[in-house]
């Protein structure tokens, strides 16, 4: 099963590329550019991916899709839509042109996110063109276990800089069957408590954002688990409306003003003593901050509970993404000069130093 619109353009990007090298011009990969807003700037020619489109395959009996990374991801979602299934990890598109490599390329996952899985743990397998020049297949169509590290899996989060991803292959799961949104007056400290507590039991739990006042949480599962969930929860409905809003960052927490953080911390982390205003997602994993404190006080304190910072107002700070420990820089800049040795791809949209 393929979409209408199919168009493979990968000896065009291949030709761009060679050019590239040839002339030592650095190149910026950009679908929609709807993520542009992330990371630091990068100078370049522009390598548009658009182009290069289509559902490659799609078995709904196999729960795994190959797209062609300038597909819009709007247009894969109402392919699997149709087929009652659905990308796990709720990507988040910021824009309506969102593409799959815009997808891949940042890493963002949605309120599912913790009990369902990252954008990483859904990839099988890529097609890249890497900074030599070369056309290069990792990974497969099927889930499996491999010696050494899935290379695949590390495009995820790495915003183009190393090689361009121009097939991913997916895998999918079914949508559920029942689908309930509850609402819960209760503090943040209280909260973080409960869900605490309700990790450790079955429930059919899929999304829970605090947002100062209330807790939210999204059921999900068969029509029984969650009524039963619901009567011992309690509450009151929430629109379903309200998690699209969260992930698009929607909300009224989200409108422009102070500098906007996300800030990354492990589960059942006590509430951060920050100056601003504060949203729990992912039952608290996942904070959005919005301050004007230092980077050095933010970064600090998210640091003495073992979680890291990134900053989403474009601009304000050299180093949006949280800096690299020494070590962790040096591989980083040893896997980058293995697949991209001239630096052509986004250089210095991750990090000044690769």
Known sequence: MVTATVFDASEALLDQLRQALGN???????GSNSKAFLGRDSAGEIIDTRVHRGIVSYDPTELVVSVRTGTPLAE??????????????????????????????????????????????????????????????????????????????????SFGCLGLVTE????????????????????????????????????????ACHDGRHLHLRLEGGEGSVAAAHDRLGGEPLDDVYWTRLNEQQLAFFDPGLPLWRLSVPHNTPALELPGEQLLDWGGAQRWLRSDAPAERIRGV???????????????????????????????????????????????????EF
């Open 168 to 207: 991913v292959s997916l895998k999918v799961l079914p949508k559920p069957r029942q689908c309930l949104g509850l609402s819960l007056e209760m503090p943040a400290e209280r909260a973080l408590a409960r869900l605490a507590e309700w990790g450790q039991q079955p429930l059919p739990i899929s999304a």
């Open 24 to 30: 030592g011009t650095p190149l910026r990969i950009q």
């Open 76 to 157: 894969l979602q109402a392919v699997l839509d149709a087929a009652g299934q659905m990308l796990a990890c709720e990507p988040p598109s910021f824009g309506a042109g969102a593409t799959l490599g815009g997808m891949l390329a940042s890493g963002l996952s949605g309120p599912r996110r913790p009990w369902a899985g990252a954008v990483r743990d859904f990839v099988l397998g890529t097609r890249i063109i890497s900074g030599t020049g070369q056309h290069l297949r990792f990974g497969g169509e099927v889930m499996k276990n491999v010696a050494g590290y899935d290379l695949s899996r590390l495009m995820a989060g």
């Open 302 to 352: 998210v640091g003495a509970v073992g979680g890291h910072a990134s900053c989403y107002s474009h601009g304000l700070l050299d180093s949006p993404f949280q800096p690299l420990a020494p070590t962790l820089l040096h591989y980083h800049q040893r896997l980058k000069a293995q697949l991209d040795p001239q630096g052509i791809f986004n250089p210095g949209r991750l990090y000044a």
